[in-house]
């Protein structure tokens, strides 16, 4: 119920937003209102969305693996650790890009997809050969993470499109981190799940 309420919220405030531009505008993350003291932007970016392609993708993701994850992560943190790990995802993912581009009065940033990134890479960590429906097609979690990471980083350095691919990858490096502080003997399984596919 936790992941249905995060998505409940980030989906009213991303409508409200493309109803209302002052609204987005206050929330956006943007350098020079970052600088001036609206610290709140590094998180509420996350609670808004380009568009309903952007918002569905990112809140699919996250029923799904955050549902998974939930069962996993209530019973050690409680429901308020499972919220500010989800929070973490969305500061943490943005804070590179922030550093990079804080004197870049053009650059701005939204979506939640930092913290999407920390859940499924989380969720990757525990299962790595689980099957994942990519556009329906079924690919090993772990095949999927590799590609996803160096597709992420090819497209970083080409620079061509809006996406802010520096927050998927620093947002998944969160979620592998998050759980290996949580319980060290994860990084061991992970390494036996990888050499014994279950496929």
Known sequence: MITLGLIAVIVAVSLLAWQQPRMLETLIYWPPAVARGEWWRLV????????????LFNMVTLFFFGTAMERV??????????VLFFMAGILLAMLPS????????????????????????AFILLQPWSLLFVFFV????????????WYSIWAQKQGRDNINHSAHLWGGAWGVLFMLWLEPRLLQHFFTELLSPLM
């Open 44 to 55: 509420t970016h996350g609670f808004i969305h380009a568009d309903g392609t952007h918002l």
């Open 98 to 121: 922030h550093f990079r581009h804080r004197h870049d009065p053009r650059y701005r940033s939204l979506g939640a997809s930092g913290a999407v990134s920390s859940v499924l890479f």
């Open 73 to 82: 992560l209530v019973p050690l943190i409680g429901t308020i650790g499972f």
């Open 138 to 149: 079924p690919v090993p979690a772990i095949v999927f993470a590799a590609c996803y990471i």
